[in-house]
């Protein structure tokens, strides 16, 4: 089993999809927390990415997810243009010649994304980020045996990470100036990266 250009394609529609429907989610979770605008930014940012992607020549899912991530830097103001942009450049540079992703290329590049996250947002573990979806995520890929069971984990751990976030003290971002005001809210950034592993298993998954 691997990945195609245009099953990455799917990828980003389905992507796209969930923080649609989710926008308002996201924009409530933000506020309790945040600016609010999380929602809002990642709507507007996957709107640019699918136009950049209905009318660009791509070679393969690298040249895809490169695509996208131009289009959330350009687009996207806050701290989330810039993480979800690292993110993406680096899932797609690690998948960049590469007609067929197999499970290990897919495992290798979302590490690369996650060590790019973490170079640029300082988070680790607990801090009630992001990150705190994608590691568990990225460690599920890259303990599976087969991309269908692995890209189905991966899902499933991003959900139980997200949900961790809940009774975290923020210690990143502008969460953190709330200290223990931020206690029993779920992180925005945790929540749109669990719909992006939902969306991958939903597209990529056999
Ligand atoms: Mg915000």
Known sequence: M???RDETLDWMRRFAGEVAEHRQELVALD???GDGDHGTNMNRGMTKALEKLEGAELADSGAALKTVAMALVSSVGGAAG???GTLF????NAL???SEVDLAAFAGAWRKGLEGVQARGKAQAGDKTMVDALIPAVE???SASDLNAGLRAAAQAAEE???ATTPLIARKG?????GERSKDHQDPGATSTYYLFKSAAEALAG
Not at 89 to 92: A, V
Not at 174 to 178: P, Q
């Open 31 to 33: 506020t309790a927390i």
């Open 96 to 98: 960049a010649g590469h």
């Open 2 to 4: 691997a990945i195609t």
């Open 82 to 84: 810039p993480l979800y």
């Open 174 to 178: 502008r969460a953190s100036y709330l």
């Open 89 to 92: 450049l680096q899932i797609g």
């Open 140 to 142: 599920a890929l890259e």
């Open 161 to 163: 990470g997200m949900k």
